[in-house]
């Protein structure tokens, strides 16, 4: 167990729709990750939050935005969705921006039909 | 083009058997290189960090070698068991004010018995 906390593990929904995803970090840890896997893909990054701060951001697309609440948590919102949208989304946290490692939590599988 | 590359995409091995996967990168200035075990489904665990003065370092049947100077590293798995059927992400943080950190697409393992 990593300590980071993703919520829900599965969602299915239908294009068009819109979804929430939520990341609890480990304890202390102020850096946040949000990278999307899709099927057979390396892990791509979409966000970095420190602090509640926007930190990195990548190939994140418009429809999608971000952000870390006060007390940590963060949440990815994904909208207008589209087929092409189905992945697992990870969430990762570590201490600083600038630590090496980062803890993985078991990531949100969303389908959309 | 990706900066860091992995090789091969996939292998297959006999249980018992070892196995290397290779690790190349572009990335400067080179801060720290970590391989990540990814578990099909699941968030990717850290195996091994490797800073720039470090050649060797292992993890019970994992070791990672690194040569900062040709930017190259290996995994090497020994004795290879079931539970090591895994993707596994070579990941290299550059030096700079925001740590960035660059993904490989992964070496997926299938180990067979």
């Known amino acids: 167990d990593s300590g980071v906390t993703q919520t829900p593990k599965h969602l299915i929904t239908a294009t068009g729709q819109r979804v929430t995803l939520r990341c609890s970090p480990r304890s202390g840890d102020l850096s946040v990750y949000w990278y999307q896997q899709s099927l057979d893909q390396g892990l791509q990054f979409l966000i970095q939050?420190?602090?509640?701060?926007?930190?990195a951001k990548g190939n994140i697309l418009e429809r999608f935005s971000a952000q870390q609440f006060p007390d940590l948590h963060s949440e990815l919102n994904l909208s207008s969705l589209e087929l092409g949208d189905s992945a697992l989304y990870f969430c990762?946290?570590?201490?600083?921006?600038?630590?090496?490692?980062?803890?993985f939590g078991e990531g949100s599988r969303l389908t959309v039909l | 083009k990706n900066q860091v590359e992995q090789s091969p995409q996939s292998l297959i091995i006999l249980e018992g058997k070892n196995c290397t996967l290779q690790?190349?990168?572009?990335?400067?200035?080179?801060?720290?290189l970590r391989w990540y075990k990814q578990d099909t489904g699941r968030g990717p665990v850290s195996l091994t960090i490797?800073?720039?003065?470090?050649n060797t370092k292992s993890n019970g049947r994992y070791t990672a070698t690194l040569d900062a100077d040709t930017k190259q590293s290996s995994l090497h798995i020994t004795a290879s068991q079931l539970s090591d059927s895994a993707s596994y992400i070579c990941?290299?943080?550059?030096?700079?004010?925001?740590?960035?950190?660059?993904f490989g697409a992964g070496t997926t393992v299938t180990v067979r018995a």
């Open positions: 939050y420190y602090n509640g701060e926007e930190r």
């Open positions: 990762a946290s570590s201490p600083t921006p600038s630590a090496g490692e980062l803890f």
């Open positions: 690790c190349n990168y572009t990335v400067s200035p080179f801060s720290n």
């Open positions: 490797m800073t720039f003065s470090e």
């Open positions: 990941v290299v943080t550059v030096r700079s004010n925001d740590y960035k950190l660059s």
